[in-house]
């Protein structure tokens, strides 16, 4: 059987992405092989196939190399010892991360520690929005200590991680300020965020007195954003190039800072399938592109402006 993956051939623009055969893995003891219906597309996957980044240099020589951290599917296959799925089971996960990657594929032999149930309430596309996007907003938000009546100001509230931040921190019972553009203004609103325009006015023209900044924009719109805060506020930069200036600067002003590298959790990932399954969750999906059109769906998240997700189906 035939395993298509799309794989990174030289570092580039989107046409360095291509389509090779592999053949179906075979499950080490504790995996299971899951056949992808969808992978997520995340910003990092941009980022490494243009040459940028840790993932980018530790893999520098590994070229042809698979990107993909998210994938949705069904369980085909048991290894020795793996007991907890059966054929069958629908499942996500947050997979390779950060340096094996591999969700691009058609099929792929996972932990299956590292797997979730998916629930029969719960799509398997709005699964794979789910790990990488929804993790890194839910470890933001834990990091910053967010609790029921902060005023939380999250930098670009409907992208991937934004529009999970926003949720999560509404359901914390926070309030929740965003930013976006023009466009996104009614969907923010219906998340139950204050959306504010970025491309009308600077936040810091807009909020005062915030005690958490969840920063997922980085460099001058997160120094903008330091002029919102309160003394004693908290700061998570999740931008990984501009983290550091930030924090720098974040502290010299008094506040606690840090950036984050977001860390698989399978636990964190069946609470939030979970709560999709119950709807108080709700997954944004831009577009899902068939996995020949990978180089559209690259193109589309480098616009920086994608609402919720892009995702790849990887079996047509
Ligand atoms: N450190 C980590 O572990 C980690 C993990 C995940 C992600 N990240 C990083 O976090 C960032 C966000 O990731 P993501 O997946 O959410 O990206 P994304 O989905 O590509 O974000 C797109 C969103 O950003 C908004 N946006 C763009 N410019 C903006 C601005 N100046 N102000 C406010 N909103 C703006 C857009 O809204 P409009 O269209 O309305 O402008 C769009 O909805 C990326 O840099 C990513 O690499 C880091």
């Known amino acids: 059987m035939e395993n298509k993956q799309i794989a990174i051939t030289k570092f580039g623009g989107p046409e360095v992405l291509a389509v090779q055969s592999a053949s179906v893995p075979e499950p080490k003891a504790g995996e299971v092989i899951v056949k992808v219906a969808f992978s997520g597309v995340n910003p990092i996957d941009v980022k490494t196939r243009a040459g940028l980044g840790w993932a980018a240099s530790q893999n520098k020589d590994k070229l042809p190399w698979v990107p993909g951290y998210d994938v949705s599917g069904q369980v085909v296959a048991c290894g020795e010892a793996a007991e907890r799925f059966n054929q069958g089971d629908n499942v996500a996960g947050f997979i390779g991360f950060p340096l094996q990657g591999g969700g691009y594929s058609q099929y792929v032999s996972v932990p299956e520690n590292e797997l979730s149930l998916v629930p029969d309430a719960v799509t398997l596309e709005a699964a794979a929005v789910l790990p990488l996007a929804g993790q890194t907003a839910a470890q933001a938000l834990n990091k910053a200590e967010v609790k029921e009546g902060d005023r939380v100001l999250i930098l670009a509230g409907a992208g991937g991680v934004g529009h999970l931040a926003v949720q999560i921190a509404v359901a914390a019972k926070a309030e929740v300020y965003t930013t976006c553009s023009e466009r996104n203004l009614d969907y923010m609103a219906t998340l139950g965020a204050h959306a504010i325009n970025y491309q009308f006015a600077p936040a810091s023209e807009r909020v005062e007195e915030v005690d958490v900044l969840i920063d997922l924009v980085g460099g001058d719109a997160a120094l903008d954003a330091l002029k919102c805060l309160k003394d004693g506020a908290r700061v998570v930069t999740v931008p990984p190039l501009s983290a550091e ?18 860390d698989p959790n399978p636990e964190q990932l069946d609470t939030m399938l979970y709560m999709v399954s119950v709807g108080l969750l709700k ?12 180089v559209t769906a690259h193109e589309q998240v480098e616009t920086g402006h994608t609402r919720g997700k892009v995702l790849l189906d990887m079996q047509c």
């Open 283 to 294: 997954t944004e999906i831009q577009s899902v592109y068939p996995m020949t059109d990978v």
């Open 245 to 262: 200036l930030i924090c720098e600067k974040a502290k010299l002003l008094g506040f606690e800072a840090t950036g984050m590298l977001v």
